[in-house]
């Protein structure tokens, strides 16, 4: 029983304690005190690389996105607690919902960060089965109709997702049988890896079809994307800025993976196909339909969710691109990211609660009415639309030169599409933060709501100006 | 790990009639037009996925898999059925039900969607044991199939019988594998179970919301609110 195990007992512990508090108002701060937990022991993790542990992969490229993940699930626990006060007074959630949500809270971090260490490629399945159900349920609390049917797409594409996810990793299993044998070492990471070489590159193929098309729809690649928009508009904030990154993180984590496998077999001449092409394509698809489709959003969190689909194509196309460098960046990409669209979601989140709707036309002006709070959201919308000197920008300059200097035919579709979804983003800041200010009908937030916001915002202008040396290290040796 | 059996080893004949048969029910599954005649058909497919992870086991020699087998027949050929009927009884819709194709089409289609899956598996696998492409060509029949009827059918307890008959799919995909480990099995028995819950609430409150289970109605969100 090593250390790295605490960062799945934390969220387990913490979610059966909330299961069993019926106060939301002790529940509230449970849950923040779990999360910080979790985030603390998500810490201890880069030590334990390379440590052999029976059920974990404990390597950089995971490590990584669980301190991240862990981190996200902190911040946005500590923006939940003024979210939830507000929704209680407005009688949007009661307290027997608080419990669930506060439940299936720590089961979707736990799960996604067990998705990401496990070992076994099992595992990380029901893992990401599990953490779709905790989303699904908590997607659908306010129960509107307009919740309900976001769910319930959330639930039947995910669902149909995650079946051919399972078929790919049987497929998997058939192709590294041969070499490895009966039993979980054909099903993991860290003896599939190794051996990948000599598996059976045709069967691979056949599995990374089935994987690609599993896992894609979970990062909401285009054209399985459809669930997202929904699930973002219609459920509580604070799990649209959970969801908006982790999520399609641990999607995309898996696909890096299998990338990695398929270029091994590839290079061995084991008859795998390159694994980049359906990568890239899929990515560009996403960020060209995503780009177009912001313009004639009238809902503000639909809005940022195609943005969210932009960007996961973003990384998807970075990895796809290969080498190091190009994956390099699109992990770079992704945490930025991650922490960029977090940050906008909580601060659309105060303001839509502040101004009693999410669209446009009720979202206006809030530099002039709420300063601190335009203010926060015009900087997250302009990280989030890459514009110098936040972190985005270094990342999409990366993926940019180094399309032009390995695909230069491709880099015209994808600069315009970043170029449509950015100019799109800056036009709708200008409505959402300048202008006349609409009216309010809910509670301004207090002094101190922004500071998740605050601590995000931050670490996304340090990693694009003056990247901590063993940030990159550590970065670097995950792009490997 | 090759296992040398071919046309005419009873173990061969009877997985393929196995497989066979619950393909033939998951066309079933795309013309039945009554909502009680569709869930009867997805119990019988489970019963037939059931005798062919058993059968597995027994060729195998592998015992996990009959643990597979009774949990296909408890929850899948036996409960899940018996809840579908009450949901079907207490929302009174057991009548008829609509389907999006008509009968021909959909028949072609599924027709078209098992020679893709032959063609994609049978060339791609050679190097694999006869009988476990074969029975995962069968497999991958039924996982389309159950797509199929997802997108056939326009009433959410029909589609929800797609999604868990593609579920067939994917546990004779797993148990034609060689000495797959458990943790396919269980988490699918898992997924059954909490998949159907969760559908078991949505049921409800999708008609308490509309006021009806037709997933047409689900069409308020995508037009985007003003």
Redesign the interface.
Known sequence: MTPSYLVLIAPALTAAVLASVPSWRLGVWINCAGSAATFLAALLLPWQVGRPTAFLLIDPLGVYLSVLTAFVGMTTSWFSVGYVRVEIARRRLDRKRLRLYHAMYQVFVGAMLLALLSD?L??T??AI?AAT?AA??VV?LP????A??????F??IC??G???A??G???L??AA??VL????AA?SWSTLLPAAARC?G??L??AFVFLLLGYGTKAGLAPFHAWMP?AH??GPTPVSAVLAGSILNVALCVLLRLRGLLAANEAAGGGAIPPGGALMAFGLMSVLMAAFSLW????VK?FFAFSSIEQSGLTAFAFGLGGPVATFAGLLHMTLHTLAKASVFQCVGRASQLKGGQ?F?EIGGLMVSHRMLGITLGISVIAVAALPPLGLFASEFLIGTQTILRMPWLALPLALGLLVGAWALLARLQSLCLGAPTPDRGPAPDALALLPVWLMLAAVLVLGIAMPVPVSDWLRMAAR | ??HHIGFGALSYDLAHLLGGTALVLSFALLYQRRVSAVVNTYALQALVVAAAAAWQGWVQNEPQLYLTALIALVAKAIIIPLALHGIIRRLEIHRSIETAFGVFPSMAVGVLLVVLAIL??L??????ATL?RED?AT??SV?LLG?LT?ITRRN?PT?VVG?FS??N??IL??VG?????M??EL??A??VL??FT??GL?FF??RD??GSLD?RR?????E???
């Open positions: 076994n099992g595992v399945w029901v089965e159900i699904v349920l659908g129960r509107t109709a307009e309900v049917e976001a769910s319930w797409k639930f039947l669902g149909v995650i079946a051919l399972l078929f990793t049987i497929v299993y058939l049988l041969p044998g009966p039993g979980t099903m059976d045709a069967v193929n056949l929904d508009a219609e004639p959003r009238r809902d639909r669209t036309a | 790990m090759t994609v598996v060339p791609t696998t050679l190097n694999a476990t995962l497999a991958l996982v797509l997802m959410a589609q999604f593609l579920e799919g994917l995909a797993a594998v060689t000495g797959m480990p943790v396919v988490s699918t898992f997924l909490v998949a969760v559908f949505f409150r999708i919301r509309l997933t689900l069409d308020l969100v995508t985007e609110p003003r």
